[in-house]
């Protein structure tokens, strides 16, 4: 149980343009859906939390309006890149978890790359 | 915030036992995860440690020591499929983790 997957796995677009990726809960309800992104040999850094229903809350230095993101419901979650520029390729992670779990379950990641 | 250590890289011998130290000084502490991450994918978690004391799971044990803000990680019997980095993450009180840099963890023949 508790599968996270994410789609799609890796996508290119040109600079300037938008792309969403999708974060989904399999068999579980995740009442908190957190955003990471990990530059190469960086580790994992924070981006936002997701509660169903409510607005992301986003750590500082991230612009919520450049990265929107949307828990509409319990397992689904979806991070918009707008006007990708090559400086936010990244890998970009998602994690859940529901309100009776302590642990977070990670997805398989999404390889963005802006050209 | 938080400030979590670990050290940079490791390397060992198959069969070996190696121990990855974390230290971390925090606002807020709800928990402490291992995780172990391969090139290019997600991570996958190790174990989890909120009371002092040693877990210990097959291969894998981890250890939490809360009043020096320290935990460590112990692989024994080292295979080469354990080569991969091993990220050391701090939980606050809004279940947000904080991860440390990562240990890459090379295992020789």
């Known amino acids: 149980g508790a599968v996270v997957s994410q789609h799609p796995s890796r996508v290119i677009c040109k600079s300037g343009t938008s792309v969403k990726i999708e974060c989904r809960s399999l068999?579980?309800?995740?009442?908190?859906m957190f955003w990471y992104r990990q530059f190469p040999k960086q580790s994992l850094m924070l981006m936002a939390t997701?509660?169903?229903?409510?607005?992301?809350?986003?750590e500082q230095g991230v612009e919520k309006d450049k990265f929107l993101i949307n828990h509409a419901s319990l397992t689904l979650s979806t991070l918009t890149v707008t006007s990708a520029h090559p400086e936010d390729s990244s890998f970009y992670i998602c994690?859940?978890?529901?309100?009776?779990?302590?642990?977070?379950?990670f997805g398989p990641g999404t390889r963005l790359t802006v050209t | 915030g938080q400030n979590i250590d670990q050290p940079t890289e490791m390397t060992a011998t198959e069969g070996a036992i190696v121990q990855i130290n974390c230290t971390y000084q925090?606002?807020?502490?709800?928990?402490l995860f291992w995780y172990q991450q391969h090139a290019g994918e997600a991570p996958t978690f190790l174990s989890y440690?909120?009371?002092?004391g040693l877990e210990e799971k097959g291969r894998f044990s981890s250890f939490l020591s809360r009043s020096k803000g320290y935990s460590y990680l112990l692989l024994k019997e080292l295979q080469m499929k354990d080569s991969a980095s091993y990220l050391c993450?701090?939980?606050?009180?809004?279940?947000?983790?904080?991860f440390g840099a990562g240990t890459t963890v090379t295992v020789r023949a």
């Open positions: 994690s859940a978890r529901s309100a009776s779990d302590y642990e977070q379950y």
């Open positions: 068999d579980f309800q995740a009442t908190t």
């Open positions: 997701s509660n169903e229903g409510s607005k992301a809350t986003y």
């Open positions: 925090t606002s807020g502490f709800n928990g």
């Open positions: 440690n909120v009371l002092d």
């Open positions: 993450a701090v939980r606050d009180g809004d279940y947000k983790l904080s």
